[in-house]
């Protein structure tokens, strides 16, 4: 229970700032994560896996919906469902034709590469500094960044920065504390207390309460929407898989591939009806429930009845909220997939292991998530091959001092 609640204080302002991310009012985040948060407790083979709105599938559904919505802001909702949906139906697609194996081509320098890659901040810069922040990729927008910093907002730039800074100092000093619900909490009592809107915070406005209407969207929707949507469900499951196992080896437990496709495809199924976007795992709301003793699924279910009771209750306290500290708080995550040690340990086994993280972690900044990916694979798949090719020839013998045979030469 413990865990469950820590959660859900990260999670309703992380899922609000990832539901801006995919371009959608901040409420789509928190009804993204309903469906998810009972679906995957029920279906999914990890008892540590947090699956809901994250980074990286709300970037892609913006560059996948903005061209199809043309500025009309209740079809790029619509579009955005419809997407997750149709994710949702390929899952299931694949879990019936068993296609859970590919996920062995997804290895451990892969994981650690694209963690680090997701996690740049380049996409928060905006909301955190007042700075106007356009373009597609990461060079693009640090370009935009760097020509408008002029532009930059004193007190959008101080109030992140003490949102960050008690996030950190939280984690250093108290890490038994719910630092996410205290910053959200802080942070919404400054705005009305001090007048912060009168010198130019945005907040998030009104929230809608109350519950989303399940539609299922239509069909001439999914039949544009497949393809992209095949490229969403490669780096979701990726991601899914890949964060799973790793939690999975800490615990001595077995991550069942084929079924985590079952478990995300209703697990989008349940965003898109509840009029949300495409969804995958999350490695920071992950750790955190793992670090706060989370041992089965029942954390979840217990996130989700705090989420019902914020919907039903708490809109006009999320009103207040101001988007810096939105910025913030994605930052807070961000940083804490950033695993410096893993890269030390790979370089220590094997430095070709090294080279195929740092490769991910380029592919991902430099080609995007998918492509990232994939050439991550790609280049693994060459270094097995290379490997198998020349394969390693030892002479065995007995070494003073050391039980069995080693190579002695």
């Known amino acids: 229970m413990l865990a469950g609640l820590t959660v859900a204080a990260y999670l309703v302002p992380q899922v609000m700032a990832y539901a801006t991310v995919a371009g959608l009012p901040p409420v789509a985040g928190i009804w993204a994560s309903m469906g998810p948060l009972a679906l995957y407790a029920l279906l999914g083979s990890s008892r540590q896996l947090s ?16 061209p199809l919505a043309a500025g009309d802001s209740g079809r790029y909702a619509s579009l955005a469902a419809g997407l997750a949906v149709a994710v949702g139906l390929l899952c299931l697609g694949c879990r019936v034709l068993r296609l859970g194996f590919v996920a062995d081509l997804l290895s451990r320098p892969i994981l650690v590469g694209y963690l680090a890659g997701v996690a740049m901040i380049v996409g928060q810069l905006g909301k955190i500094t007042g700075v106007p922040v356009s373009g597609d990729g990461v060079i693009a927008e640090l370009l935009s960044f760097s020509q408008n910093l002029s532009e930059l ?103 069942d591939a084929n079924q985590e496709l079952l478990a995300l ?57 101001p988007t810096a500290a939105l910025g913030a708080i994605v930052v807070y995550a961000a940083i804490r997939l950033i695993d410096l040690a893993a890269f030390r340990r790979l370089a220590a086994f094997r430095r070709s292991e090294l080279l195929l993280a740092l490769a991910a972690f380029a592919g991902v900044l430099v080609f995007d998530i998918l492509y990232g990916v994939l050439l991550a694979v790609a280049l693994s798949v060459v270094e097995m091959l290379s490997r198998v090719a020349r394969p390693h020839d030892a002479i065995l013998g007995i070494v003073p001092g050391l039980a069995g045979m080693h190579d002695v030469d």
């Open 51 to 66: 699956v809901g709105p994250e980074s990286t599938t709300a970037l892609m559904t913006t560059v996948t919906v903005g």
């Open 153 to 255: 907002h004193p007190g959008t730039l101080l109030l992140s920065a003490g949102v960050l800074a008690l996030l950190f100092l939280a984690q250093w000093r108290l890490p038994w504390i719910p630092a996410p619900l205290l910053a959200v909490l802080l942070a919404a009592a400054c705005v009305p207390l001090f007048g912060l809107e009168r010198y130019g915070i945005k907040v998030v406005g009104e929230v809608p309460s109350g519950l989303p209407v399940p539609v299922v969207p239509a069909f001439a929707d999914l039949q544009h929407l497949l393809l992209p949507a095949l490229g969403v469900l490669l780096v979701g499951y990726s991601d899914n898989v890949l964060t799973a196992r790793s939690f999975a080896a800490k615990h001595n437990q077995q991550i």
């Open 265 to 321: 495809g209703a697990a989008n199924l349940g965003a898109g009806i509840l009029h949300g976007f495409p969804v995958s795992s999350s490695g920071s709301r992950t750790a955190l429930a793992d670090a706060a003793g989370a041992r089965t699924q029942l954390y979840s279910l217990v996130a989700l009845a705090a989420v019902l009771v914020v919907v039903l209750f708490a809109g006009p306290l999320l009103a207040d909220f």
